[in-house]
């Protein structure tokens, strides 16, 4: 089973920037997406971003223009403009589902980290 582990959380008040950083290794497949998760309390686990092997990048639509998924080697996550709504537990996860680059389906997702917390203060 492959190894995901994401760093870069942290507590900010609203307007504030993250940026969130993924490692993952021994990943046993050919990986086509990589992508970022979040969970709030009480809230359903949603994606947030992804970025496909072809460098396609997917956004929903309440971060578009303030987030930003990269990866010129570790995979990252800026995060600008922060608000409350950001609030939650974010999730670094590694997909071999082709699929993967045009939704945010979890159950596409194999190899998952443990979390970085996010707490935006208004």
């Known amino acids: 089973q492959g190894q995901v582990v994401e760093a870069g959380g942290g507590s900010v008040q609203t307007g504030g920037s993250l940026r969130l950083s993924c490692a993952a290794s021994?990943?046993?497949?050919?990986?086509?997406?990589m992508g970022w998760f979040r969970q709030a309390p009480a809230n359903e686990r949603e994606g947030v971003a992804s970025?496909?092997?072809?460098g396609t990048t997917n956004y929903i639509d309440s971060v578009k223009g303030r987030f930003t998924i990269s990866k010129p080697n570790t995979l990252h996550l800026q995060m600008n403009n922060l608000k409350p709504d950001d609030t939650g537990m974010y999730y670094c996860?590694?997909?071999?589902?082709?699929?993967?680059?045009?939704?945010?389906?979890?159950?596409?997702?194999?190899?998952w980290g443990r979390g970085t917390q996010v707490t935006v203060s208004s």
């Open positions: 021994a990943i046993s497949y050919e990986w086509q997406c």
């Open positions: 996860a590694v997909s071999p589902v082709p699929a993967c680059a045009s939704s945010f389906r979890a159950g596409h997702y194999i190899d």
């Open positions: 970025l496909a092997f072809d």
